[in-house]
């Protein structure tokens, strides 16, 4: 396991006034859900154009003074990202691939015009805020603490410009379990929106993004499906990504194709993963292009055993049914195919310390 090296700033901690009775933390713990119950603590840091990086502080979970005229709130300099720390076997805590989050955290500040934080810093702002709320891990099964780091512009100021001050922020959110094995697959809605077009911000993991999906997963629920699929914007035939994840599809020949990272699609840090792990298994797997027609033929003749969704949040998600104006198509026999749990189960083992880490992703912080 790796393991980290000292940050550059000292964090300072701010005692808090009243923290969650152990009551109430057990209550939360016991059927955590996600993203709605949030630890007693968060990191901050601040950076100006004078000063750079500094006042690292570790601080009661609470709201944020904002000036009104703050640049995040009118020309939307915002960037996050999302990563799970992990209760390992031995009862240590762990983190899985953070300076992979780093890294793209800073891909993502280079194209709103952010400034980059150092990526040690970055791991340790996220090592702190684990170690203060490590109490907040969920007692349910399969359970993690998920984190949230991000960004965003704090200068007051009208104009179209990069700001010359932000914060970034760490928060922590017990997480329950999204999907264990023998799951129902989800149902996947195409939609007539496009997410990202070329030269724009689609491999940024920027908050404007996830906006501009509100409106067509919203439309994918209301027709009965759990996620909604986003195609190319200049042909509107090449699948690119869910609404928040990317996707995997498993043929008979013993291949996996993913979309190629164009520019349009974010660059999952589990996708990487998976294809390190599906090559690992001696599979084939392709990055390109794959058309919804292809999907759908592949479906048909049985040439495509298997479809699923990976992200962070979800892990591994199988996919069963998909769905458009001209009908829907069933894969596979519509629930979670053998590769997709066989992956899933090999990543989850690998985060959890269940199974050797041989590729150095999983770092310990305790």
């Known amino acids: ?28 713990l016991a059927n955590p859900g996600f993203g709605t119950k949030f630890s007693d603590h968060m990191v901050s840091i601040e950076w100006s154009e004078d000063k750079g990086w500094h006042k690292a502080e570790i601080l009661p979970y609470g709201p944020i003074a904002l000036d009104p005229a703050a640049s995040v709130l009118h020309y939307a ?23 992979a989050n780093a890294a793209r955290f800073n891909a993502s500040a280079r194209r709103l015009a952010m400034p980059e934080i150092p990526e040690e810093l970055f791991v340790e702002a996220v090592r702190q805020l684990v170690l203060t709320d490590n109490e907040w891990f969920p007692t349910v099964e399969g359970g993690s603490l998920y984190l949230r ?10 104009g179209v410009r990069p ?5 970034f922020l760490v928060i922590a959110s017990p997480a329950g379990n999204y999907f264990k094995s023998g799951s129902p697959a989800v149902s996947i809605w195409v939609s007539d929106y496009t997410r990202a077009a070329p030269g724009g911000t689609g491999a940024a993991k920027c908050g404007g993004n996830y906006a501009a999906s509100l409106v067509p997963t919203a439309e994918a629920f209301a027709r009965g499906h759990d996620q909604v699929l986003f195609l190319d914007a200049a042909q509107h035939m090449w699948v690119e990504e869910l609404g928040g994840m990317n996707l995997f599809f498993v043929h008979a020949d013993g291949s996996l194709i993913t979309p190629a990272l164009t520019g349009t699609i974010l660059p999952g840090i589990t996708r990487e993963s998976l294809i390190m792990l599906a090559r690992e298994e001696g599979l084939t797997v392709k990055e390109g ?21 990976c992200g962070t949040a979800a892990v591994v998600t199988p996919v069963g049914k998909v769905a458009d104006h001209n ?32 590729h150095g992703w999983v770092t310990r912080i305790a």
């Open 1 to 28: 396991m790796a393991t980290l090296a000292d940050a550059s700033l000292s964090f300072t901690r701010v005692p808090h006034p009243a923290p969650a009775s152990a009551e109430v933390r057990a209550q939360v």
């Open 77 to 99: 300099q915002e960037i996050f990202e999302g990563l799970k720390a992990y209760r390992l076997a031995d009862g240590g805590i762990a983190l899985f691939r953070p300076h």
């Open 149 to 158: 780091p991000f960004m965003f512009a704090t200068e007051a100021f009208l």
């Open 163 to 167: 700001a010359k001050s932000y914060r």
């Open 289 to 309: 292009r794959y058309s919804l027609d292809q999907w759908r033929e592949d479906a048909a003749s049985g040439q495509l055993l298997e479809t699923f969704a």
């Open 327 to 358: 009908g829907e198509f069933v894969i596979g026999t519509g629930g979670p195919g053998q590769l997709t749990q066989k992956l899933r189960q090999r990543l989850v083992a690998i985060q959890r310390g269940d199974e050797a880490d041989t």
